[in-house]
C-alpha cells in the first residue's frame, strides 16, 4: 500500500486573506503554563523548575478559520435551509463517515484558464479517460491551482465549476468534490464580472448554492493531484475533523494505492 499526501498544510508563514496567527510556548512556557493551570483549575502546587529540565510540553495555540488549508465544506456552509429532508442542513460533524473513504477519481483540467469549467469539459475529460465517476467516488479535480499557493494570485487564478458541472457530477452520484483550488467555484472577481454584465443570479457562487438542494460536500485546497497514478486505481481518505456545529472540518486528504 502506497499513501501519497493530497493536503496543504496550515501555515501561518503563508499569505491568506485571513492570516493564520500561530502561538509557539516552548516546553519551557509550557512547565510555567502547566503549574499556573494546576494551581487555579485543581489546587495542585507543582513548580516549573520540579519538572525534568524545567520543561514540560510544547503547546501551540492558532487563531484560523476551518476553511483554511485542506478542508471539507458541509452543506450548512452553503445556507441556513436545505430544499430536501427535514429543511435542516447538516454540520460537518453530522456527515456519513462513509462518504470520505472511496474510490477517486482525477479530472485534468490544467488546461482551464481562470474562470469557469462546464459540463461539456467534464464530458470531454470523461471520454478521454474512457470512464464516467461511479455512484460516491470522490471525484478530484486538478486544475493546477496549487502552483500560486502561498500567494494572493492563489485566491484570484484559478477555474471552478458552473452549475451544471455540479449538477453533472450529482446526478452521476458523486457526493464529494474536491479541487486544488481555493474555492470550487469561480474566483470572486469571476463571478461578478459575469452577474455585473449579465445580471444572471445563476453565475452566483452555483457551486456552493447548489447545495442548498441537493447534499453534497466538498474538498476544497487539496495538493500534490499530479502525483496520482491515474485518473483511477486508488482510494481517497478525507475525512474531516469532527468540529461540532461547524459548516467545514479541516481534513487530512490521503491517496490510498494498492501495490
Known amino acids: ?47 516549573p523548575d520540579e519538572l525534568p529540565d524545567g520543561e514540560f510540553l510544547s503547546l ?9 488549508g485542506t478542508h471539507v465544506d458541509a452543506p450548512s456552509h452553503y445556507g441556513s435551509r436545505a430544499g430536501y429532508g427535514d429543511g435542516v442542513p447538516r ?3 453530522r456527515m456519513p463517515l462513509d462518504w470520505f473513504l472511496r474510490p477517486g477519481l482525477v479530472l485534468d483540467l490544467t488546461d482551464a484558464p ?8 467534464l464530458e470531454r475529460e470523461f471520454a478521454r479517460i474512457g470512464r464516467r465517476p461511479a455512484p460516491l467516488d470522490i471525484v478530484l479535480l486538478h486544475t493546477g491551482a496549487q502552483r500560486h499557493q502561498g500567494t494572493p494570485k492563489y485566491f484570484t487564478e484559478f477555474a471552478g465549476l458552473d452549475g451544471p458541472a455540479v449538477h453533472l457530477l450529482l446526478d452521476l452520484g458523486v457526493r464529494v468534490i474536491g479541487t486544488d483550488a481555493f474555492s470550487l467555484d469561480a ?35 487539496l495538493a500534490n493531484l499530479e502525483a496520482l497514478p491515474g485518473p483511477d486505481g486508488f482510494r481517497v481518505s478525507c475525512f474531516p475533523v469532527k468540529v461540532a456545529g461547524a459548516g467545514a472540518g479541516w ?7 494498492d501495490e
Open 1 to 47: 500500500m502506497r499513501l501519497i499526501d493530497l493536503s496543504s498544510p496550515v501555515d501561518a508563514t503563508l499569505w491568506e486573506p485571513d492570516p493564520v496567527e500561530h502561538e509557539v510556548l516552548t516546553p519551557r512556557e509550557g512547565a510555567v503554563h502547566m503549574s499556573e493551570e494546576m494551581r487555579t483549575h485543581f489546587g495542585i502546587e507543582v513548580g
Open 60 to 68: 501551540d495555540r492558532l487563531t484560523l478559520t476551518t476553511h483554511t
Open 91 to 93: 454540520h460537518i460533524d
Open 114 to 121: 481562470t474562470g469557469v469549467i462546464g459540463a461539456d469539459r
Open 187 to 221: 474566483p470572486f472577481g469571476d463571478i461578478i464580472a459575469r452577474y455585473r454584465a449579465t445580471g444572471d443570479r445563476s453565475v452566483l457562487w452555483p457551486a456552493h448554492v447548489i447545495g442548498r438542494d441537493r447534499e453534497y460536500c466538498q474538498i476544497e485546497r
Open 251 to 257: 481534513a487530512r486528504a490521503v491517496a490510498i494505492v
